[in-house]
């Protein structure tokens, strides 16, 4: 659980480990970015890609049941 642990452009800095995928999408859609895939994850969990037309693309790896974000970062 490393979401405090990146930034991500045109988000304040996380303070928590982990979010409610709710409110990462929203704060994600509000920052204009949009989902572009999702595949599955190691240890059972769900990746999700985000674009932007400015910054660049961001994975974020959901918990299998994709209630809860654990990481986001840039790639």
């Not at 996380?14 to 572009?36: H, P, R, V, W």
Request: charged share 25%; proline share 4%.
């Amino acid at each position: 659980m490393t979401l405090n642990k990146h930034q991500i452009e045109g988000l304040p800095k996380f303070k928590c480990t982990i979010l409610d995928a709710n409110q990462f999408e929203k704060l994600m859609i509000d920052a204009g970015y949009s989902i572009s895939g999702t595949a599955p994850a190691q240890g059972n969990r769900i990746k999700v890609w985000w674009v932007h037309e400015q910054y660049p693309r961001v994975e974020s790896i959901y918990t299998s049941d994709r209630k809860k974000v654990i990481t986001a970062y840039h790639v």
